[in-house]
């Protein structure tokens, strides 16, 4: 079953710009195996972005356990058959569990017309195709892995897996981790949380969702972007607690209700506050005026006091001064005096002895 030949196939889509849904191209055989192109003209999970994609058209014809290895690209050509564009060849594997694969983001429509790819509204499209190897013995494991953006899952997850990457191409862009089996590791608790986050809300119990959001921060941790799958958990959340029930909507529009009444509340008691306040500064600014006229009395008597003090030095100046003038006279009084008593004295006794 082995064909190395490559093969070319070129279809035709006209009145393109006019066209909103899947485009899935004719039948054409290669390598023992049948295919097809899906064309998404305003693109796979991508708004606005032709998406290109090869798929295996017969994958129930083969045995189970069936591998396909092949290389393609995608050309975009003028009506006299030249090349305008090809897109860079891709090697893949096709198998059971995921039968097609391709670009998915080519061109925009304004491009596609800017660059005069579209003649008359017409795009013509070529894919080559080529098997490099094709094995459609054995039986699926399970087992067998397959490397995407440096994680490796399992062929069962692909779908999944690309999903992933298609819808949030960032996700890994931080992941902290190297080791490959430790990837692998968190690849398959971001998917589990991912199909779990999917379930109805009902199936949820409140210890489910705790241990949920453990495993989103342990992921978020090792670098993974996942605001949007924490925006889904709030979601659930949201919806498992009933918020959309009338009930739990009257019971946040009545906490609503009584905050602003709190708030009303408060706002008076600030009016209050602020009334207290003024009343206290004017009161602050007379206790200052009063203060600043005793200061000034304090000042005129505490003069008064010096000058007083400085007459009372003065007068005990002046009352030393006068003892000491009130000494003299005093000392010679006495002596007149003793004076006076000798003389009398004397003159007695001489009287005596004249007799």
Known sequence: MEDHKQTSFTFEIDNFSEKKGLISSPKFSSGG?????????????????????????????FPLGWKWQASYSFAILNESGKEL??????????????????????????????????????????????????????????????????????????PSVNRLFRKHPDVAVNFKLSNQLVKTTYMNLLLGLIEKLDKPQNNFTEIELSKVHSELIDLTKVGFELDWLKKRLDEVSLEKSGVTDGSRVQELEEHI????????????????????????????????????????KSATSAAEVLLLEQIVSDLRVELSNEKDKSATPKDLVDGVVHSWEVLDYADITTDENVE
């Open 33 to 61: 195996c049948k295919w097809f192109v899906n064309v998404y003209p305003n693109g796979y999970h991508i708004d606005d972005r032709m998406s290109l994609h090869l798929q295996v058209a017969n994958p129930e014809s």
């Open 85 to 158: 564009y090809r897109t860079p060849e891709s090697c893949k594997l096709f198998r059971a569990q995921f039968t097609g694969w391709g670009s998915p983001k080519a061109f925009t429509l304004q491009k596609l017309q800017d660059m005069r790819f579209l003649q008359n509204n017409k795009l013509i499209l070529k894919v080559n195709v080529k098997v490099i190897q094709a094995v459609d013995e054995g039986v699926a494991t399970g087992t067998d892995m397959l490397e995407v953006r440096g994680f490796k899952v399992l062929y069962s997850q692909l």
């Open 257 to 296: 209700k009584n905050l602003n009444l709190e708030l009303d509340t408060e706002k008076v008691k600030y009016a209050t506050c602020v009334a207290k306040f003024a009343s206290l500064e004017e009161t602050v600014s007379d206790l200052r005026v009063e203060l600043s006229k005793e200061k000034e």
